[in-house]
């Protein structure tokens, strides 16, 4: 086996056991589904020389100890020598600048490993690259970029809204057979019965992702229609901020808070620490953010059935891609992302 070879099959272990550690990384980030918000999720792993695992953490709650911190906490007292031949692990790039806590690229530094490896850079703008530097500067490598799409998709709200100063937009609808996301309804008429398209265990998703994020809208003709709460019954969780958009809130009921154009509502969204909002519909609603290419991902929802002469559901854009879809019962569920973005 010549020597290029050799090196070679050497950097491919390497990158097997790196990806192997950032997936626990991964694995321990989500811990932080809950509570890290609006911070980011991010787990880190501690690796002794020998391969082992001698501490892991990740990043709990907003205003508390971050992965890093979390991890190094969990050192047994036995195994802290080993520190100096070790590898920290961190999904997300260590912070440089004083927050709520103070840099974790310091506390790298003193703690004095051999090696670092993060999945991606932190790309908030206080940070993005200022803590690798940091501590290459003190003499440690640091290898970026192991898993770095699974890295970035788990943190893609919080990139979202540190990059666009937007929240994180999920456009979706359930719809028929045949595109439909309503019954028809002929000029003035009231208390059409809305079309029921998810079984029990979908609208029980439905719940959950309400309660997974910060604001839900519709728009007013889906108030007319159909008195909707839009709150989390199903699941466990905070209920969203409920929207409308309308250009006369009169009538509104009084839990939805009113805007007459997208641009002040995202603002009012951004500046109260809302990550992520839900549109729930209709169509035009749906459309006026579409035609703005203001969406981040998209959830349709397709029952078996079809019903004559609905409302039609929107459009898929052109550029919408599929992440996922599955299949409950006799419904499918389909999630698309916009290829336009760091996925
Ligand atoms: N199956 C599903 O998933 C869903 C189905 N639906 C169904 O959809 C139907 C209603 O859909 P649709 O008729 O398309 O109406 P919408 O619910 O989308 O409401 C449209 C109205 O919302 C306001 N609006 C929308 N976009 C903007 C904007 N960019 N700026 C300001 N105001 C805006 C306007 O109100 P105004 O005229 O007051 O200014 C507009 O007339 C209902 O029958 C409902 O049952 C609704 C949600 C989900
Ligand atoms: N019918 C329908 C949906 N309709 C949406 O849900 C709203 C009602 O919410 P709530 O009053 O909280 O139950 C309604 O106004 C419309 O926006 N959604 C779905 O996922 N699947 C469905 O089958
Ligand atoms: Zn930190």
Known sequence: MDKQTDASLLDDRRRALDEMYMRRCLQLARGGQWYAKPNPMVGAVIVSADGRIIGEGYHVRCGEAHAEVNAFGSVRAADERLLAEATIYVSLEPCSHWGKTPPCAD?????GVRRVVCGCVDPYAEVRGRGIERIRQAGIPVTVGVLERECLALNRKFIVVSNEKRPYIILKWAQTANHKIAYARS??????????LSSSFT?????KLRAENGAILVGRETVNADHPRLNVRLWSGPSPERLVLTHNAEGVPSWFKCFDNIGAMLDYLYANHRQS?????????LNSFIERGLWDEIRVETASFTVP???DAPELPAN?????????DKNTICQYVNQCQIL
């Open 187 to 196: 000029a003035g008429a009231v208390d059409v019965e809305p079309l029921a």
């Open 277 to 285: 909002l839900i549109v729930e519909g209709g169509t035009v609603t």
């Open 107 to 111: 506390l790298i530094v003193k703690k």
């Open 203 to 207: 609208k029980m998703l439905v719940h």
């Open 309 to 311: 002469n609905g409302v």
């Open 320 to 328: 919408a891609t599929l992440l996922d879809k599955k299949f409950y």
